[in-house]
């Protein structure tokens, strides 16, 4: 399972782009990168997978580079309700899903 | 139906107390966790469930004792806690297929107390 690295906090204004940087090196050739956003006292949720290059869903876009040992979650327009916690995970075709210590992301108005 | 349905909400326990948090899903997910989580902490991998069978324990006490009578409910029997046991206990599913690597699903927890 890769380690992953990111940054412990962030912090933005209501309206701009974040992007949230997630390091791991010893990514394996099987692993996936996920997104996951957790607001106090709720369970993550969700975001944003991928394996290399780019992807895109509604809310959010990750960008992998080709050799694949760090990935970027930006989040377009931020509000507000964005402030949250945003966890970075490598994780291969199995069910072991660690969480490493995550990005505590501030917007301010 | 996406939803993890997790229950009690919160959950007072004395010490010596014995009882069970529960979690539900019915979204044919093969795949269940149960994860604790500390203020200000991420959350911490407990047991991983696949195909109703135990496939991950992170070493964790025998005061915690899982079980899944059936692929849409997982429970978590707890007796003999701790005060440092207090914590948020988040239960998750995903679809568990060997070779898809797929989101998970969260519920919102149970907030637990040790007194």
């Known amino acids: 399972l890769a380690k992953t690295t990111q940054p412990v906090s962030m912090d933005s204004y209501e309206g701009q782009e974040v992007n949230i940087t997630c390091s791991h090196n010893?990514?394996?050739?099987?692993?996936?990168i996920t997104w996951y956003q957790q607001f106090p006292s709720q369970g993550p949720r969700f975001i944003i997978q991928?394996?290399?290059t780019k992807v895109t869903n509604e809310v959010a876009s990750l960008f992998i580079p080709a050799d694949r040992k760090s990935s970027t979650l930006s989040l377009p327009r931020v509000s507000l309700s964005d402030t949250a916690v945003y966890y970075c995970?490598?994780?291969?075709?199995?069910?072991?899903?660690?969480f490493g210590a995550g990005t505590r992301l501030t917007v301010k108005p | 139906d996406t939803e993890v349905t997790q229950t009690p909400k919160h959950l007072v326990m004395g010490m010596t107390n014995k009882k069970s948090l529960k979690c539900e899903q019915h979204?044919?997910?093969?795949?269940m966790y149960w994860y604790k989580q500390k203020a200000k902490k991420p959350p911490e991998l407990m047991f991983v469930?696949?195909?109703?069978?135990?496939?991950i324990n992170e070493s964790v006490p025998s005061r915690f004792s899982p079980e899944c009578p059936n692929s849409s409910l997982l429970n978590l029997h707890l007796h003999a806690l701790q005060p440092e046991d207090s914590a948020l206990y988040l239960c998750?599913?995903?679809?568990?297929?060997?070779?898809?690597?797929?989101?998970?699903?969260f519920g919102q927890g149970t907030r637990l107390t040790v007194v």
């Open positions: 998750a599913s995903s679809q568990g297929w060997t070779g898809m690597n797929t989101e998970a699903f």
């Open positions: 010893n990514i394996a050739t099987n692993d996936y």
């Open positions: 991928g394996y290399k």
């Open positions: 995970l490598a994780r291969g075709n199995n069910n072991d899903m660690r």
């Open positions: 979204m044919g997910h093969r795949a």
């Open positions: 469930y696949s195909y109703e069978k135990l496939s």
